[in-house]
């Protein structure tokens, strides 16, 4: 399986972005698809996935009522709304897909796309 992410930029505090990801290869593999972010100095963290086949999506606590996730299963896409961001959301955002149960745990990688959230 492979990932393509897109959608990140520069955006101000409050303001929004829709990020992208786009997957291809052996797509009847995928479990879940979901989003990891890694700020500056800081560890890579966990952000939101969603059941490939099903309604299911899992959000970590700091973006709960500001970030959707969503998917797109003929177009192999998944997507992130992210509203209210805040500089701490600043981070480079990686797709990520399972092909087990374990959404916090991804099997695939997909490349980073950079978010800066101005103050």
């Known amino acids: 399986v492979q990932l393509q992410a897109s959608g990140g930029g520069l955006v101000q505090a409050g303001g929004s972005l829709r990020l992208s990801c786009a997957a291809s290869?052996?797509?009847?593999?995928?479990?879940?698809m979901g989003w990891f972010r890694q700020a500056p100095g800081k560890e890579r963290e966990f952000v939101a996935a969603i059941r490939w086949g099903g309604a299911s999506a899992y959000y970590a606590s700091f973006v709960k009522g500001r970030f959707t996730i969503s998917r797109d299963n003929a177009k192999n896409s998944a997507y992130l709304q992210m509203n209210e961001l805040k500089p701490e959301d600043t981070a480079v955002y990686y797709c990520t897909a399972t092909g087990g149960s374990k959404y916090y745990d991804p099997d695939y990688w997909g490349q980073g796309t950079l978010v800066t959230v101005s103050s």
């Open positions: 290869g052996r797509t009847s593999s995928i479990y879940h």
